[in-house]
């Protein structure tokens, strides 16, 4: 099974520039998160996905949007990407709400604004 | 909001030496916690969570509700333990995850 998959695994964006972080999951799970890691931050949440059809705002959704496109696929869009947007981004699937059962995670999408 | 704090940020431990990564969470009720690690410039894996009481790579955590703790131990550290781990905690509709620990084990 390949799990949680994300594209691209690295991208250089100059400021203002948009793009879209891909993830899709094949293990029919429910929700679907995205997190952002940085040094001396941890993981913080930017949005969730908690079932098909459903989005909602994390800890640091600011200057995001996301699409949960069907039950396997949640996107996450920097429409105008920033600096203090650089960062390591996790996409993060589970079978229910809240995590319980744990996360899989994605390998990550190592992203640079200049 | 529930918060876990890991006041840690790096340990650093010789091979064979007893390790403990701290975790303290702020709940009150009944916490569902877990620890997760992450090797170098991998994604993140599920080490243990309280509610199943299992040991993996030799790894425990007990949850102590009056220390609101939930603490990584591991008696005899090895090198291929060195990595980041996170201790997380179920909010309600996602986990929350503490700044994280890199264990550094030298031998």
């Known amino acids: 099974n390949a799990g949680v998959t994300q594209t691209p695994k690295f991208q250089v964006l100059k400021t203002g520039q948009s793009m879209t972080l891909q993830c899709a999951q094949d293990?029919?799970?429910?929700?679907m998160y995205w997190y952002r890691q940085d040094p001396g931050m941890g993981l913080r949440l930017i949005y969730y996905?908690?079932?098909?059809?459903?989005?909602d705002k994390g800890e640091v959704p600011n200057g995001y949007n996301v699409s949960r496109l069907n039950k396997r696929e949640f996107s996450l869009r920097l429409e105008s990407a920033a600096p203090s947007q650089t960062s390591v981004y996790f996409c993060?699937?589970?079978?229910?709400?809240?995590?319980?059962?744990?996360?899989?995670f994605g390998s990550g999408t190592r992203l640079t604004v200049v | 909001a529930q918060r876990v704090t890991q006041p840690e940020k790096l340990l650093s431990v010789f091979k064979g030496a007893p390790v403990e990564l701290k975790c303290n969470y702020s709940?009150?009720?009944?916490?569902?916690l877990f620890w997760y690690v992450q090797y170098s410039r991998q994604r993140l894996q599920l080490l243990l969570r309280?509610?199943s009481r299992e040991s993996i790579k030799g790894f425990t955590a007990d949850l102590n509700k009056g220390e609101t703790s939930f603490h990584l131990k591991k008696p005899f550290a090895q090198e291929e333990d060195s990595a980041m781990y996170y201790c997380a905690s179920n909010s309600g509709y996602a986990l929350n995850f503490g700044k994280g620990t890199s264990l550094l084990v030298t031998p």
């Open positions: 993060a699937s589970s079978p229910t709400t809240g995590g319980n059962s744990g996360y899989t």
């Open positions: 309280h509610i």
């Open positions: 996905s908690a079932s098909e059809g459903t989005t």
């Open positions: 709940y009150s009720g009944s916490p569902e």
């Open positions: 293990m029919n799970h429910n929700s």
